[in-house]
């Protein structure tokens, strides 16, 4: 298996553990959650704990995908010593596929008996998401039809990042589902896919060779990024929609990041292997802050 180089720094339990969690992806798995629970705050229908439970099982779901990422990329071949990325613990041999799969494993379990209690409050439709988004959990890079080496992971984060995400933390506070919200869900959708784009461009010549045919290896690198400039630009349109569908102007509030997407855009274009790491993070960093100002948007008539 991959070892560490000797000349490397000796890397703590802890910090192989918070590398395979990827910190810097979590904004996908939180931002929905807040936008959600905005949402439901808007039309007077915000319960705590249906809520926090959500955004745990939300970042626990975003971490056990993480962690079955390693485990599948490594028996797959995709994380070798050539990657540009940063270091896969499994890969490495810093955590041992065992361990990642009983630790996988333990989350998964964790996060399915935590969401029975949104269940319990919320009914059958939250069993069906939280099934299916364990599913898609571990069918991103395992089972025989690996979504991420499909093509097709862009569109299922859109979907379970985006739309489910931010719809199910609505519904379990709220019991119903309306169409503004589904449309204020496109935003954290789209973030999310750039996320993955940028991560993917960084790897299309590793990923061609090992047969991982994301998004990006399969339409290039060009076309990749004109994907991440239209997704961003979505992400801006969307708050104006809700606007003119009666929420406050203050949801436009979230222009007011506009200037990191600029310069995350001339980055993107500027950038190319490891440079794109810091992209990456970026990227996050415009999904959380853009996500935050249109939550805060959203819900500043309560207060006025």
């Known amino acids: 298996m991959h070892q560490t180089k000797a000349e490397e720094p000796v890397i703590t339990s802890l910090q192989a553990w918070m590398l395979a969690i990827r910190p810097k992806t979590l904004p996908a798995g939180a931002v929905p959650v807040v936008l959600g629970s905005a949402l439901a705050a808007v039309d007077g229908q915000f319960r705590l704990l249906p809520a926090l439970v959500a955004l745990i099982c939300a970042l626990g779901i975003q971490v056990a995908t993480n962690f079955i990422n390693e485990i599948y990329d490594f028996r797959k071949g995709a994380d070798t010593a050539e990657r540009l990325g940063p270091t896969r613990t499994v890969a490495a041999g810093i955590i041992t596929e065992q361990t990642m799969i009983k630790v996988s494993a333990s989350l998964a379990g ?8 949104l269940v319990y409050t919320a009914g059958w439709p939250i069993l069906l998401v939280g099934l299916f988004s364990l ?12 979504i991420a080496y499909s093509g097709l992971g862009d ?3 859109f979907v379970f990042f985006g739309l489910v995400a931010v719809g199910g933390t609505y519904y379990v506070q709220t019991h119903h589902l309306a ?9 954290p959708g789209a973030f999310s896919v750039n996320i993955l784009l940028v991560n993917n461009i960084r790897d299309i010549a590793t990923d061609r060779k090992v047969g991982k045919m994301t998004l990006p290896a399969r339409i290039g690198g ?9 997704l961003t630009v979505l992400a801006y349109i969307v708050p104006g929609l809700l606007w003119l ?22 980055e993107l274009y500027a950038s190319e292997g490891r440079e794109l790491n810091h992209v990456l993070a970026g990227t996050g960093k415009l999904m ?3 996500g935050l100002l249109f939550a805060a948007g959203l819900l ?4 006025q």
Do not use: C, E, K
Request: glycine letters at 8%.
């Open 110 to 117: 964790g996060v399915f008996l935590l969401g029975l209690y």
């Open 135 to 146: 599913l898609f959990a571990w069918g991103y890079t395992g089972g025989p039809y690996p």
């Open 155 to 157: 569109l299922f984060v």
């Open 179 to 187: 169409l503004p919200v589904l449309l204020a869900a496109v935003v």
């Open 222 to 230: 060009d076309w990749a990024r004109r994907l991440y400039i239209a």
């Open 245 to 266: 569908n009666h929420y406050s102007s203050w949801a436009l509030l979230s222009l007011f990041s506009a200037p990191l997407a600029f310069r995350m855009i001339r």
């Open 288 to 290: 959380t802050l853009h």
């Open 300 to 303: 500043v008539p309560l207060f």
